[in-house]
């Protein structure tokens, strides 16, 4: 949400065409496409590579007996 709203502050910026725009438009630029980045990472990759590495949601609830072969069942 803080990530959004700051890229979404730089996007006057980015878009404008006054004096002085041609240095203010790469800045925004490269402001607007790194927040948005950093939003994406944060939101996606990084549970993915805590689910991955065992210290998210999923770490204990049982889900390692699929891994190891075993079916759950017990007697059977």
């Known amino acids: ?3 959004t709203v700051a890229a979404l502050g730089f996007v006057p910026m980015m878009l404008s065409t006054g004096i002085g725009a041609e240095v203010q438009r790469p800045l925004a630029t490269v402001v607007v496409f790194g927040m948005a980045c950093d939003t994406v990472l944060t939101m996606l990759v ?3 590579l805590y689910l991955l590495f065992g210290k998210g949601p999923g770490a204990g609830d049982g889900l390692d007996a699929l ?3 075993d079916d759950g069942i017990e007697g059977g």
Do not use: C, E, Q
């Open 1 to 3: 949400m803080t990530g």
């Open 46 to 48: 990084l549970p993915v």
């Open 67 to 69: 891994h190891d072969g």
